[in-house]
C-alpha cells in the first residue's frame, strides 16, 4: 500500500487549478470526526476544461488504475466523463476520482452541500458537509456506510450543540 499523502494531492490538484469537492472518508475527517481513511475521494466538475486540467494533474502525480497495477493503466478523458468511480493510485496515495456520488450527484449538485476550508499552508479546499455524508450513507446503506453511521451522527450531534 502506498503512503498517503493527502496534503500534495490536494496541493497539486488546487495548484492545476482543478474544481472539486472533497467527499468521503476525508471529508468526514475535515468536519471533525475520529475515522481512518485510506484514500482521497473526489468528485471533479466534469466540463472538458476541468477534465482536462485534471488529467494534466493525475499525469503529475504518476496515477494509475489500481486494478492491475503493472500494466500501468491511465485515465483519459473518456474514462473521467463517466459517472463512475476511478478508483486509482499515485505517488500521493491512493485517489478515488468520482463521477457522481449517492444516487447521481455531482460536482454542481454537491455545491450547495460544501464548506470551504483551509486545511494549511494556505491551502483551501471544498469539503462536503457533514450532514450531507451522513444523509448520503443513510441512503446508500452499505455495510461499511452502516458501520460509520453512529459516529459521524455523533459527531454531527456534537458540531451542532456547540454552534447552538
Known amino acids: ?11 497539486a490538484l488546487h495548484e492545476g487549478g482543478v474544481e472539486f469537492v472533497i467527499v468521503g472518508g476525508l471529508a468526514a475527517v475535515l468536519n471533525g470526526a475520529p ?8 468528485v471533479p466538475a466534469r466540463t ?7 488529467l494534466r494533474v493525475l ?3 504518476d496515477a494509475i488504475y489500481r486494478i492491475q497495477p503493472s500494466r500501468r493503466l491511465r485515465p ?8 463512475g468511480h476511478q478508483n486509482l493510485v499515485t505517488t500521493c ?3 478515488d476520482v468520482l463521477g457522481t456520488i449517492g444516487r447521481g450527484l455531482g460536482y454542481q449538485d454537491l455545491l ?3 464548506i470551504e476550508m483551509e486545511i494549511g499552508g494556505g491551502l483551501r479546499v471544498r469539503v462536503l458537509d457533514l450532514a450531507t455524508i451522513v444523509a448520503l450513507k ?3 446503506a452499505g455495510e461499511k456506510d452502516l458501520a460509520a453511521l453512529p459516529l459521524l451522527r455523533r459527531t454531527l450531534d456534537r458540531k451542532s450543540t456547540r454552534l447552538n
Do not use: C, W
Open 93 to 95: 496515495g491512493y485517489l
Open 1 to 11: 500500500m502506498p503512503e498517503s499523502d493527502f496534503q500534495r494531492a490536494l496541493r
Open 138 to 140: 443513510e441512503e446508500l
Open 112 to 114: 450547495p452541500h460544501t
Open 48 to 54: 472538458e476544461e476541468n477534465l482536462a486540467k485534471l
Open 35 to 42: 475515522v481512518d481513511t485510506l484514500d482521497l475521494d473526489i
Open 76 to 83: 483519459d478523458a473518456s474514462h473521467l466523463r463517466l459517472s
Open 59 to 61: 499525469d503529475g502525480i
